[in-house]
T-cell receptor, first 117, second 113 residues
Framework: GAVVSQHPSRVICKSGTSVKIECRSL??????MFWYRQFPKQSLMLMAT?????????EQGVEKDKFLINHASLTLSTLTVTSAHPEDSSFYIC?????????????FGPGTRLTVT | AQSVTQLGSHVSVSEGALVLLRCNYS??????LFWYVQYPNQGLQLLLK??????LVKGINDFEAEFKKSETSFHLTKPSAHMSDAAEYFC???????????FGKGTTLSVSS
């Protein structure tokens, strides 16, 4: 099946710094990628939808200036958490759509654990 | 608007027992429905999906789910639980292919020997 990778898998950063998370579709072209965040013991909440070559669409309550999303190619989307604070500590998961099947199945990355100290 | 409700945040079964995880959905249009499993500190793995074809959907690892429109349900079952089934399970809905998923709050499945 299709594979989506994320890098890094785990990152610790100091408050006030920025951190970039990469999401790559390894064996297919992803016209759309989604970014979710998951707090401990909670469900996944959609942060934004990213389409290749266009600006990301953010969900209500998600600060677009804080969570910068770039989808520069059909295989790579990046999420940059700017001026990170401890409350940004979370598990960030991306997914990618393969538009080759009738149901447009989403393939999820393994997630990135962000800890802000 | 679409939503998913998973009844029971925690389900405990004995090894070899039937697994039943409940999911009810709300959607104004015919939904696509999914069940995912998540192991600690990992991403999501698709167990099965309903996309308006057969109402009884078979997935990986002997899991299956039945779409019941009259009950707006999509419960997940497995005839015989294994220790390796212990994980977090999420039900999700989308309204068409290529759109983001809306997830339920998840159900933690514990399996005892």
């Amino acid at each position: 099946g299709a594979v989506v990778s994320q890098h890094p898998s785990r990152v610790i950063c100091k408050s006030g710094t920025s951190v970039k998370i990469e999401c790559r579709s390894l064996d297919f072209q992803a016209t759309t990628m989604f970014w979710y965040r998951q707090f401990p013991k909670q469900s996944l909440m959609l942060m934004a939808t990213s389409n290749e070559g266009s600006k990301a669409t953010y969900e209500q309550g998600v600060e677009k200036d804080k969570f910068l999303i770039n989808h520069a190619s059909l295989t790579l989307s990046t999420l940059t958490v700017t001026s990170a604070h401890p409350e940004d500590s979370s598990f960030y998961i991306c997914s990618a759509i393969s538009g080759q099947g009738p149901s447009y199945e989403q393939y999820f990355g393994p997630g990135t654990r962000l800890t802000v100290t | 608007a679409q939503s998913v409700t998973q009844l029971g945040s925690h389900v405990s079964v004995s090894e070899g027992a039937l697994v039943l995880l409940r999911c009810n959905y709300s959607s104004s249009v015919p939904p696509y429905l999914f069940w995912y499993v998540q192991y600690p500190n990992q991403g999501l793995q698709l167990l099965l999906k309903y996309t308006s074809a057969a109402t009884l959907v078979k997935g990986i690892n002997d899991f299956e789910a039945e779409f019941k429109k009259s009950e707006t349900s999509f419960h997940l079952t497995k005839p015989s639980a294994h220790m390796s089934d212990a994980a977090e399970y999420f039900c999700a809905v989308s309204v068409e292919g290529g759109t983001a998923l809306i997830f339920g709050k998840g159900t933690t499945l514990s399996v005892s020997s």
